[in-house]
T-cell receptor, first 115, second 117 residues
């Protein structure tokens, strides 16, 4: 069965320090992988996506993620956290045929950024 | 980028009444849309897959008679919560992906905060 695991439910960093949000997936074939961010009472915004092209993916707001097949991981990083990065982050895997495939969400990681 | 509009953003209704939530893809067509429910400080739970011109596919444990889904056109899907009860209070989010594009991300509506009193 396909699944996504976000290893940390809560991450706290100081402003200006690096951010690492961890995500592991299980799959019997190569999935498409996404990271979304959600601010309180809002919808989800795409940060970046991996669709079997380059394994290092750059996204918006300075975020990037690296797809490592051998480790079945897709961790999200940012060199320097900003206060506005505080939000809920979801690692998402897409399975199935084309754009009708289901999205499987990780449990979410709350990022807290301290001044 | 593509836009998915969800309406209303917030609704309060009385127990026993029904509430309809609309999800529209504004600048693309979608044969499939997805409806999620999100509990406080929790992840998104897929409720059902809405299929244009045919019946929706519900996830295990989701009551299809309570959560009615209609996907009448390539740009509109509706979720109706029938005979709502306080336990139906939640944040509901829809999403869609352009069906003519390959490997695109899903675009999400702004969500609907439903409160049943």
């Amino acid at each position: 069965a396909q699944s996504v695991t976000q290893l940390d439910s809560h991450v706290s960093v100081s402003e200006g320090t690096p951010v690492l949000l961890r995500c592991n997936y299980s799959s019997s074939y190569s999935p498409s992988l996404f990271w979304y961010v959600q601010h309180p009472n809002k919808g989800l915004q795409l940060l970046l996506k991996y669709t079997s092209a380059a394994t290092l993916v750059k996204g918006i707001n300075g975020f990037e993620a690296e797809f490592k097949k051998s480790e079945t991981s897709f961790h999200l990083t940012k060199p320097s956290a900003h206060m506005s990065d505080a939000a809920e982050y979801f690692c998402v895997v897409s399975y199935g045929s084309g754009n009708t495939g289901k999205l499987i969400f990780g449990q979410g990681t709350t990022l807290q950024v301290k001044p | 980028g593509a836009v998915v509009s969800q309406h209303p953003s917030r609704v309060i209704c009385k127990s026993g009444t029904s509430v309809k939530i609309e999800c529209r893809s504004l600048d693309f067509q979608a044969t499939t849309m997805f409806w999620y429910r999100q509990f406080p400080k929790k992840s998104l739970m897929l409720m059902a897959t809405s299929n244009e011109g045919s019946k929706a596919t519900y996830e295990q444990g989701v009551e299809k008679d309570k959560f009615l889904i209609n996907h009448a056109s390539l740009t509109l899907s509706t979720l109706t919560v029938t005979s709502a009860h306080p336990e139906d209070s939640s944040f509901y989010i829809c999403s869609a992906r352009p069906y003519l594009a390959a490997n695109t991300e899903a675009f999400f509506g702004q969500g609907t905060r439903l409160t049943v009193v």
